[in-house]
């Protein structure tokens, strides 16, 4: 869930028409420090945690980027 997060970040970075690989970077980086929180919890030392939170702080920033472009236009 945090790669498939970090990649929709990224790829809404590129191509961002609608906003929706950035809503969706947003959802899938949030179950992947859910389910990070859940692995550390049972012990494991591999998490990805980094990788959800760069994947959220990536979408967040894109989602911005494209409300403040969406909002200039107007």
Request: charged share 15%.
């Given at each position: 869930m945090a790669y498939t997060g970090l990649v929709l970040a990224l790829v809404s970075c590129l191509i961002n028409p609608v906003a929706i690989p950035s809503v969706l970077g947003i959802v899938f980086s949030a179950i992947?420090?859910?389910?990070?929180?859940?692995?550390?919890?049972?012990?494991?030392?591999?998490?990805?945690?980094?990788?959800?939170?760069?994947?959220?702080?990536?979408?967040?920033?894109?989602?911005?980027?494209?409300?403040?472009?969406?909002?200039?236009?107007?």
């Open positions: 992947g420090i859910a389910k990070s929180a859940e692995l550390e919890g049972a012990g494991r030392q591999l998490t990805g945690r980094g990788t959800a939170i760069a994947g959220l702080v990536v979408s967040i920033a894109s989602t911005a980027w494209f409300l403040w472009r969406i909002s200039t236009l107007v």
